[in-house]
């Protein structure tokens, strides 16, 4: 029975862990993605690139990393209260971030590129570095989905590092045009305006999406 019960638990904390992986899309869709087209096509790509994923990596890093420690000392600290207590104040709080997300995914679906993004032809690494740090940090859908993240791990009692694989994720599709230009070299010209185009207009229904499937999951663990 024990051994059951363990391997219950294993399952439950594999299955949490795969679901925290689809809120890259939701990370990268839209103008962050298109940032990185940018930064492809720049005319120092490879080093623009990897500063602009540099940039990227320590905001979704640190941020995913603030929320997991806060949900992890709020459980500590009201662990008084009861177990399944706690764990349901999560659940409606991860729900709530969830609306919230939604709505803001929703209302900027047509807002496109910001002007100030075709300037992005020039930009060194260091330049780019910054615009991964401020474009992270500044986004309210970004900021929303890291504290999910952070908070549905922490909820579910998972280590810090599972963590890991979602930021890295959120790497490897931001460094899609990147990659994309070294495979293919010049013609990358014509896929790299597609996947631009791409993340301008249907971007934000793979985000929705992706919400409602994590939505529905975590309204399940309220159920139980």
């Keep these: 029975m024990a051994v059951r019960g363990r391997d219950s ?6 299955m949490t862990f795969l679901t925290l992986l689809p809120l890259a899309v939701v990370m990268v869709a839209g103008t962050q993605l298109v940032a990185a087209v940018f930064f492809a096509s720049s005319d120092r790509p490879r080093a623009a690139s ?3 994923l540099g940039g990227a990596a320590l905001v979704v890093l640190g941020g995913t990393t603030l929320a997991w420690l806060a949900v992890r000392l709020f459980k500590i600290n009201f662990s008084g209260a009861g177990r399944g207590t706690v764990e349901r104040w999560i659940d409606w709080f991860v729900l709530a971030l969830l609306a919230v997300l939604a709505v803001v995914v929703f209302l900027r679906r047509h ?3 910001p002007r100030w993004m075709g300037e992005l032809q020039h930009a060194g690494p260091g330049y780019a570095a910054k615009v991964g740090l401020l474009l992270f940090l ?3 859908s970004d900021d929303l989905t890291m504290a999910t993240v952070g908070a549905s ?6 280590p810090w590092w599972h963590l ?4 890295l994720l959120t790497l490897a599709l931001l460094a899609l045009p990147l990659l994309a230009l070294l495979m293919l070299g010049r013609r990358a010209a014509v896929l790299l ?5 791409w993340a301008n207009s249907h971007s934000w229904l793979v ?3 992706v919400i409602v499937l994590f939505v529905v999951i975590t309204a399940l663990d309220l159920l139980k």
Excluded: N
């Excluded at 305006?193 to 185009?197: G, L, M, Q, T």
């Design 153 to 158: 791990a922490a909820r579910h009692d998972l």
């Design 164 to 167: 890991l694989p979602f930021v």
């Design 111 to 113: 807002s496109g590129p």
């Design 50 to 52: 990897l500063g602009y």
């Design 138 to 140: 500044g986004m309210p």
């Design 9 to 14: 638990r294993q399952d439950e904390l594999a």
């Design 193 to 197: 305006p597609r996947i631009r185009d």
């Design 207 to 209: 985000s929705e999406a």
